[in-house]
């Protein structure tokens, strides 16, 4: 009986700690937002510098130094009105390291897209590197089946989010191919989730007749 007591207990510590780590936020913390885009050009450097192991660890602190939401992204590469430029505002070194980010093959799987995904929550087209999903959206044509594994894991409303995000803009009916393709490819593997693309996608439509 003592035996079955101390396995029941050992199995309820494990499934706890990896809970634990399920939901842990995979972000370091940092004084400020000067120190964290300094962080991240600091290790975006180092891995397209080096190769192998040395690389495999810069990118895994590149990673973790990157921002885990939407308003981070905003402090680090966007644009404000009163504060003016973010750290990492430049368009052509803020393109580089989100594309870099963009295209990271060496972080866990479902760890890497709960941080692509929580950026994109809230998101919202401001011009320049604020936009279309940080490049969301090639990651999820061209391997459906991982992200929205990781994706039907949010809330209906931060899938919504995320969705729309992917084709926020001035001219949303520009998006009509890119949006189609998606569809199409998304359809045959989850239908919720290509019901609410269409639907967040026509609201953009809609929405944009009373922008000008």
Same mark, same amino acid.
């Given at each position: ?23 842990r ?17 600091k ?8 190769? !192998? ?29 009163e504060? !003016? ?14 594309n ?22 809230? !998101? ?40 729309r995000?992917l084709?926020? !803009? ?43």
């Open positions: 009986m003592k035996s079955i007591v101390y396995t029941l207990v050992l199995l309820l510590l494990l499934l706890s700690c990896n809970s634990q780590e399920y939901n936020e995979i972000t370091m913390s940092f004084r400020t937002i000067e120190e964290q885009a300094n962080a991240i050009l290790y975006y450097k180092a891995s397209i510098k080096t190769k !192998g192991k040395e690389r495999l660890k810069n990118e895994k602190l590149f990673f973790e130094v990157f921002p885990n939401s939407f308003v981070n992204m905003q402090e680090i590469f966007g644009f404000d009105n504060k !003016g430029e973010a750290p990492l505002y430049n368009y052509k070194t803020g393109e580089k390291i989100i870099y980010f963009a295209n990271l093959s060496s972080i866990k799987q479902d760890d890497y897209y709960r941080k692509y995904i929580n950026i994109c929550i809230d !998101g919202v087209w401001e011009a320049d590197n604020i936009a279309y999903g940080f490049g969301l959206y090639n990651r999820l044509y061209n391997f459906p089946e991982d992200v929205l594994k990781v994706l039907n894991q949010r809330t209906d409303d931060e899938i919504r989010s995320v969705l995000f084709f926020d !803009g001035p001219h949303p009916e520009n998006m009509k191919k890119s949006y189609e393709k998606l569809y199409s490819k998304i359809k045959p593997i989850d239908t919720k989730i290509s019901e609410l693309l269409k639907q967040e996608y026509n609201k953009l439509l809609a929405e944009s007749k009373h922008w000008y």
